[in-house]
C-alpha cells in the first residue's frame, strides 16, 4: 500500500489532474495494478470513458477504471475512491498524497484480499476520476450504472484516510442508514485508532460530508453508503500534501480497520439493504 501512495503521489504523475498525461499515466498505473491482482473486467482494458463540462464550459475527458469480484450473491457492493488530484499550479505540483492515493492504495489492499477470500457479495471496485471537478465520475457512473441500478445495495467510498494526528478515522453515513453502525462498531478493536461516526448530519452546512465526495451521488440516489475519511489538516489541497507528510502508523491501522468494516458489510448487507 505504502508503495502505491508513494508511486501515485510521486511529481511524475504532475498532480494526476483530470485530462493531463499524469492522470492518465496514473489509470494505466491502477489498470495494471487491477490485472495484477485478478479483478474481472466489464470492458476489457477496465477503462470507462465519460465527458463533461467543466465551468468554463469546455468539454473534458474522464476515465472511471472499474473491476469486480464475483461474490455468491449478485447484489453488488461499490467500494470506490478517486485517483484524480488538482494537477499543478505556477510549476508546483500538488500530488495529492492523502487526497486521495491513499484511498486507492487501500482499495487494492481490499481487492486483493477479496481476490483470496471469496465474498458474499459481488464487489465492485471503481477509482473514479475528476472527483475534483465536481463529483464528475460518480455521476456518470450512476447514469448507467454496471452491472445494473437494481444491484446496487451499498457504496462503501475512501477519500484521505492517511493523515491523522488523534488516531480518529470517520465513518459517515449511519445518520440517514442507523444500521450501518452495528456493522462497524467494532471494526476499529485492536487497530490502534477510533471509527467515529458522525459528518452526516443534514443542516450542519460544512460539517455535512455527504456530497464532498463520490458517495454523494450515490446518496442522492438513496444508495446506503459508508464514507471512510478523516477531517481536513494542513496539507489538503496544497503542494505539502506529499508522501513525506502521511502518517504512514495511522494509515496502517486505518486501512486494517476498513478491511475490518468492509467484512462486516459484506457479511451483512443483507440486513443493511433487505430490498
Not at 456493522?183 to 461516526?197: E, P, Q, V, W
Not at 460539517?207 to 464532498?212: F, H
Not at 475519511?229 to 502508523?249: A, C, L, R, W
Not at 486494517?256 to 462486516?264: D, G, Q, R
Request: proline share 4%; charged share 25%.
Amino acid at each position: 500500500m505504502l508503495n502505491d501512495i508513494e508511486t501515485l503521489s510521486s511529481d511524475k504523475y504532475e498532480g494526476r489532474k483530470t485530462g493531463s498525461l499524469g492522470n492518465f499515466m496514473a489509470a494505466e498505473y491502477i489498470v495494471n495494478r487491477f490485472k495484477e491482482i485478478g479483478l474481472d473486467a466489464y470492458n476489457k482494458d477496465f477503462k470507462h470513458p465519460f465527458t463533461f463540462k467543466n465551468r468554463r464550459n469546455e468539454e473534458i475527458n474522464g476515465v472511471n477504471l472499474i473491476g469486480y469480484i464475483k461474490g455468491k450473491s449478485d447484489q453488488v457492493i461499490v467500494i470506490s475512491a478517486h485517483y484524480d488530484h488538482v494537477g499543478m499550479n505556477n510549476s508546483e505540483i500538488f500530488n495529492g498524497a492523502d487526497d486521495n492515493a491513499s484511498g486507492i492504495a487501500t482499495i487494492l489492499s481490499i481487492a486483493k484480499y477479496f481476490k483470496e477470500h471469496k465474498p458474499k457479495n459481488t464487489l465492485v471496485f471503481i477509482a473514479f476520476d475528476a472527483e475534483e471537478m465536481g463529483l464528475q465520475g460518480a455521476y456518470s457512473f450512476l447514469k448507467v450504472p454496471i452491472p445494473s441500478r437494481e444491484h446496487l445495495k451499498l457504496n462503501i467510498n475512501l477519500d484521505m484516510v492517511s493523515h491523522n494526528d488523534k488516531s480518529e478515522l470517520y465513518a459517515a453515513g449511519t445518520y440517514k442508514t442507523p444500521i450501518l453502525r452495528d456493522a462497524l462498531k467494532h471494526a476499529d478493536k485492536n487497530t490502534g485508532i477510533s471509527i467515529k461516526f458522525g459528518h452526516d448530519e443534514p443542516g450542519t452546512g460544512k460539517d455535512d460530508w455527504t456530497m464532498q465526495s463520490d458517495h454523494g451521488p450515490f446518496a442522492k440516489e438513496n444508495i446506503p453508503f459508508v464514507y471512510f475519511g478523516v477531517e481536513d489538516h494542513d496539507d489538503y489541497h496544497k503542494p505539502s500534501d506529499d508522501f513525506t507528510n502521511i502518517n504512514q502508523d495511522f494509515f496502517h491501522s486505518a486501512s486494517i480497520a476498513i478491511l475490518k468494516s468492509v467484512i462486516s458489510l459484506d457479511k451483512n448487507l443483507v440486513r443493511i439493504n433487505p430490498k
